[in-house]
């Protein structure tokens, strides 16, 4: 039967039958060069019957050509791997001896499939304690004696000293009497100083979330795929 006249989408859930209206069971999976049928309920068996046995197909069942003895070579629970594709070609020869006979064989390559599977990783967060070295200018106020000298231009009488003179202060009377003494003059000056305290506040917030980020990513891997040619049977 002619494999591009039929649209495989379709024959799903179809009932198949073998020679001598054997019953296959049910059309369950189509591959590229196997059908799965599967037949019964509690136990069922299930077949990979090869695409170029394919007799006929009327729309409602499709009729292989293979008997009850060839079934069991086809018996699997898992699609065929590529050592059992031997089963699934069209047999060597056949309706070739034919003149103007065509023969169809299929030719494999492996596709790479994509299977995806989350994988669970654990981002651990951490908050220590990072040591800085700040500087801060800060304005302190001081005292300090300034000594000012003014010369004296007009020289006055004793009456008119003695006039013009007013009370001498708390001070001035010290220093007085602490030079007439002969002793130094101490005089106290204030200035300020700057202690420095560390008080913990809070000068951020960092808020943390999940979010899917879209990346690609490239894979690679090495396949077979068959060549056919036509070996000439003179040069063997």
Known sequence: ????????????????????????????????????????????????LPKYLLKE???????????????????????????????????????????GAEAVIPVLEERLELDRSEVVEEAVIVKEPVVEYRII???????????????????????????TQTAPSDDARRVRNEKEEGEEVRILLKREEV??????CVFEEVVIRKERVAERKTLSATVIKENVYVQDAGAA
Do not use: C
Request: proline share 6%; hydrophobic share 35%.
């Open 1 to 48: 039967m002619e494999e591009r006249s039929l649209d495989w989408n379709k024959v799903t859930g179809k009932q198949a039958r073998g020679n001598a209206n054997l019953d296959l069971g049910e059309v369950k999976q189509v591959g590229r060069l196997y059908i799965m049928v599967q037949k019964g309920t509690f136990v069922p068996s299930t077949h990979y």
């Open 57 to 99: 197909y009327d729309g409602n069942m499709l009729w292989f050509d293979v008997s009850e003895d060839q079934l069991a070579r086809f018996e699997k629970e898992e699609p065929p791997l590529r050592e059992d594709y031997g089963k699934y070609r069209p047999p060597e020869g056949g309706s070739m001896q034919a003149a």
């Open 137 to 163: 200018e800060v304005p302190v106020m001081r005292e300090e004696l300034k000594i000012v000298r003014r010369p004296v231009t007009v020289h006055l009488g004793a009456a008119d000293a003695a006039a």
């Open 195 to 200: 202690q420095v305290t560390k008080t913990p």
